[in-house]
């Protein structure tokens, strides 16, 4: 084989080895995912934990897309998960997702589809939900049932104690010397005994309720017992229109204490002001009896000395007679008055020196004026 064979050779092996790698990237890698076709949508998680790139989309089992790349939502509230659905499948945009991961932690996007919605396009979102770590969902049963043998043994342990303390119970004695059973089997004939008493009894009951007297005796009395119930109906509507009307007195009793007692801090008010005037008044009678009561007081001498009264008397006598007397001297200043109102300027030199009468048309002129008459 020459040389130019296998440079041939060679370069098919090259161009061979380019094409597979280029086919391998376009297939297993994001380049390639950029030329699928298909529906890209977005699945909102709470985490993403074990999903990459390339990650299985299911729906029923069946493997309808993957995983293109993962993107975290602002303030990291949660994961954007971009998904392509491969054309040929396609489900409602009311659908939700869910994270499945198996024992060896491989994780995987199951659709449960919905049933209301549009069918899916492109930059639809739905809400998916993370399952439970199988690791620990293992990890919270073996403590939880760590727990229950923990409870299993400590319930075994309080019956264990109650066996015991039933057994002391069982074989303790009293003071007597007789032990509990001896006690509940003399309690039990107790019983019987009693039991036997109140049949007894409930048998002489019975035969006293077949006695023909007592059965006639018990007839008249339910006879009787509706007359008995009107009569107490009736007595109970006496009563009731009697309630009514003690209800309808004191009513108008509250209508007209009702003013009083609005009044009544004001009547009280007064009240006090009048104990307390009477309370002054009765001190200064208190003090004119006492003044009274002296002997050498002024009230004293006047009720009971008689020259007092006797002075008295004279006073009123002179003052009567002192009033007759001035009867002329009042007469006269009316007079006086009188002619002053009708002839003011009688008041002058001229009017002093000469008299006049007094009257209206006395023809007197008045000083000022002779004169002129003149």
Do not use: C
Request: aromatic content about 4%; cysteine-free; overall charge neutral.
């Amino acid at each position: 084989m020459d040389e130019r064979q296998q440079e041939f050779r060679v370069g098919i092996m090259v161009v061979v080895a380019l094409a597979a790698a280029v086919v391998m990237v376009f297939k297993f890698g994001e380049i390639g995912n950029h030329w699928k076709s298909g529906t890209r949508i977005d699945i909102v998680l709470p985490s993403a934990s074990g999903i990459y790139p390339e990650t299985p989309v299911r729906m029923s089992g069946i493997r309808i897309g993957q995983v293109r790349s993962t993107d975290l939502v602002a303030e990291g509230r949660g994961v954007v998960v971009h998904v392509l659905i491969e054309s040929d499948y396609t489900f409602r945009n009311d659908s939700s997702a869910q994270i499945t991961r198996s024992l060896l932690g491989d994780g995987a996007i199951e659709i449960t589809p919905g049933d209301k919605g549009e069918s899916i396009k492109d930059g639809d979102r739905i809400v998916g939900r993370t399952a439970s770590d199988p690791t620990e969902i293992v990890a919270r049963v073996e403590q939880r049932l760590s727990s229950t043998l923990v409870s299993f043994e400590k319930t075994g342990q309080q019956w264990a104690a109650l066996a015991n303390n039933l057994n002391r119970v069982l074989e303790s004695s009293g003071a007597d010397g007789v032990n509990t059973i001896q006690r509940s089997a003399m309690a039990l004939e107790q019983f019987t005994r009693t039991m036997k008493s109140a049949e007894d009894t409930l048998n002489a009951a019975g035969s006293l309720i077949a006695d023909p007297r007592y059965q006639q005796q018990l007839r008249q009395t339910l006879t009787a017992l509706p007359e008995l119930l009107s009569e107490t109906r009736g007595t109970l509507r006496s009563v009731n229109t009697v309630i009514r009307q003690v209800d309808s007195a004191m009513a108008n009793i509250n209508t007209a204490t009702a003013p009083l007692a609005r009044q009544s801090q004001s009547m009280v008010t007064r009240l006090n002001q009048s104990l307390i005037n009477i309370e002054a008044m009765t001190g200064e009678l208190a003090t004119v009896a006492r003044l009274a009561n002296q002997n050498d007081g002024t009230v004293r001498k006047l009720l009971t000395d008689p020259s007092v009264y006797r002075n008295v008397n004279s006073t009123a006598a002179s003052l009567a007679v002192l009033l007759e007397n001035l009867k002329p001297v009042v007469a006269d200043l009316q007079v006086f008055s009188d002619k002053v109102a009708r002839h003011p300027e009688l008041l002058g030199v001229r009017g002093v020196v000469r008299g006049s009468s007094g009257l209206k048309d006395s023809g007197v002129v008045p000083a000022a004026f002779e004169g002129n008459n003149r």
